[in-house]
């Protein structure tokens, strides 16, 4: 049976202050909602359908980012977190199985407890919904239970005396067979003077139809949802600590754990080295035992292993390291591909480049690979050795086993085996500098 993921993203998020959709808002690089998308993958859901409201382009343009096969509802009025699971209803029609309700501001609820939540469901739960004990219930709706059932969802301000001594919380999470749930909210009444309709009141309707209400449980960390800046911030630094430890029990060597930054999709193999200070943005694979040196900063980027990079290298989108490359202090590498062993080592910039295996490359050098209109490629063939101070004009070629002379500005091919040289003939003026300071330093004497 084929479970649907509807997402509810269309809240204002007007504490963030911000004007971005609270959705938007990133963890680790990616949007808030996005995570919650991830884990929701482990359900393999048919059809996926985001609810929009506020700033809605801008959220269907990020979400068709991700994933061109995502529908959208919107959500006109926030009239409630029943009515914005109603707005999917017309997409829905006919599609039977199972809707999975998440939310698009509560990043951390893994995989693995929506796949006990869809067990449940195929235990024969009629309704499954996603609770969790509180450290403190504050102002959380309550998971009234009877034994093994659950009976009903009571918000904080309309709890009793006894229901604020649960400590069992609703995370607004739900599942249920999507045709039962879309005729349960169709009898949810309005609450109060806004005219809200809960997602929670189907709990008491199920039950009063004699349909099986179940919690499945999930730590409470799991549940967080990001409302303030201050909310992000934990968020993230949430995320930080879970991925350090996993890359640490993985096998990867953090000098100064603290002080390196992952990306959501960061993947680093066994026995890689990371110094201190360094930061992975999206799209950053690095291989088995290369090192990455202190403040470094990777984007879009593989690193092969046994490579070196660092210290204070930026890799670009679009860089490619084979094993044991090397990229030193204050290189720049963009859209480039570094062949085996190959080595820049300090000060150049390396961009829309390919560089074979063995090639050297002196400090200075810079691939010219911009017109102010169009990008062009340097091909730089194995065991080449670039002088330092090299300008490369792109487009060019540099062949297997060549190499440039220092301080040449390169605009034609250089033939295998060839030594390339394009510079002025130095020309020496006797006693002239002595004589120029002289006339200078009288100048400043006369004031």
Not at 171 to 181: Q, R
Not at 413 to 434: C, H, I, M, T, Y
Request: with cysteine; net charge negative.
């Amino acid at each position: 049976m084929s479970t649907h993921l509807i997402l509810l993203a269309a809240g204002e998020g007007s504490r963030m202050q911000s004007d971005l959709p609270k959705v938007l808002h990133e963890i680790a690089g990616a949007p808030l909602f996005a995570h919650a998308l991830a884990s929701a993958q482990a359900l393999e859901p048919g059809k996926r359908i985001v609810v929009v409201g506020h700033g809605a382009d801008a959220v269907i343009a990020a979400a068709q980012s991700l994933d061109e096969d995502i529908a959208f509802a919107h959500q006109t009025k926030q009239l409630g977190t029943g009515h914005a699971v109603v707005q999917a209803a017309p997409l829905l029609e006919g599609a039977g199985g199972d809707a999975m309700v998440l939310f698009g501001d509560t990043p951390f609820i893994k995989p693995e407890t929506l796949t006990s939540m869809a067990e449940a469901r195929a235990s024969g739960a009629d309704i499954v919904v996603l609770g969790f004990h509180a450290t403190d219930p504050g102002r959380y709706g309550r998971l009234v239970t009877d034994g093994a059932r659950l009976t009903k969802i009571v918000e904080w301000k309309d709890a009793s005396e006894d229901e604020c001594a649960i400590t069992l919380c609703n995370s607004g999470v739900l599942m249920a067979a999507t045709k039962t749930l879309m005729r349960l909210l169709t009898s949810v009444q309005p609450h109060n003077a806004a005219g809200e309709y809960y997602l929670t009141d189907v709990v008491e309707l199920a039950t009063a139809e004699g349909l099986t209400a179940k919690v499945v449980t999930c730590d409470e960390a799991e549940t967080l949802g990001i409302n303030t800046r201050e909310d992000l911030a934990q968020a993230e630094a949430i995320f930080q600590d879970a991925a350090r430890a996993e890359a640490i029990a993985n096998g990867v060597t953090l000098q100064a754990p603290d002080t390196v930054i992952f990306a959501h999709d960061t993947a680093i193999g066994r026995d890689a080295i990371i110094e201190p200070n360094v930061v992975f943005a999206n799209g950053v694979t690095v291989e088995s035992g290369a090192r990455i040196r202190a403040f470094s900063h990777l984007e879009g980027a593989h690193v092969g292993a046994g490579s070196v990079v660092g210290p204070y290298a930026r890799l670009r989108p679009g860089t490619e390291l084979s094993n044991d490359a090397k990229i030193g202090n204050f290189v720049e590498t963009k859209n480039a591909v570094i062949g085996e062993g190959a080595k820049v080592n300090h000060l150049s910039y390396i961009g829309d480049a390919t560089v074979g295996e063995g090639t050297k490359i002196g400090a200075g050098t810079i691939t010219c690979n911009y017109d102010g209109v169009f990008k062009h490629h340097t091909e730089i063939g194995e065991r080449v050795f670039i002088g330092s101070n090299t300008m490369l004009v792109a487009p060019v070629t540099i062949g297997d086993e060549a190499m440039t002379a220092t301080g040449s500005i390169i605009t034609k091919d250089v033939p295998e085996g060839d030594l390339g040289v394009s510079r002025a003939r130095q020309e020496n003026k006797p006693g002239f500098a002595r004589k120029f300071f002289e006339k200078l330093r009288a100048a400043k004497a006369k004031g």
